[in-house]
Nanobody, 125 residues
């Protein structure tokens, strides 16, 4: 059974950093895309970043995170990381990772069939 487990969320002060991890397990296919999404209270789910399993493509989806967030992967551990720097209060949200076996529309949640349970990130003094 395919599972995605996020970790690394927490409370951080503005300007601080966090690294989220998404550990994937329970599947045998080699090619996939992992995306990070976030959802703040009262708002829709927003695409943040994505990366392909072969490392050929990765990108940020949201202009607001460009230059601050970096996505990376460890294929041996089937783990994808989201390094977040210069965090702002508006980055506060539940962060989810998701997996898609297909390529295309990778910044949109409808592309992804599998989702983790989410990890809370709170940026506050």
């Amino acid at each position: 059974q395919l599972q995605l487990v996020e970790s690394g969320g927490g409370l951080v002060q503005p300007g601080g950093s966090l690294r989220l991890a998404c550990a994937a397990s329970g599947f045998t296919f080699d090619y996939y895309v992992i995306g990070w999404f976030r959802q703040a209270p009262g708002k829709g789910r927003e695409g943040v970043s994505y990366i392909s399993s072969d490392g050929g493509t990765d990108a940020n989806c949201a202009d607001s995170v460009k230059g601050r967030f970096t996505i990376s992967k460890d294929n041996a551990r089937r783990t994808v990381y989201l390094q977040m720097h210069e965090l702002k209060p508006e980055d506060s949200a539940v962060y989810y990772c998701a997996l898609s076996q297909s390529w295309g529309s990778t910044c949109y949640d409808y592309t992804y069939a599998y989702w983790g349970q989410g990890t809370q990130v709170t940026v506050s003094t």
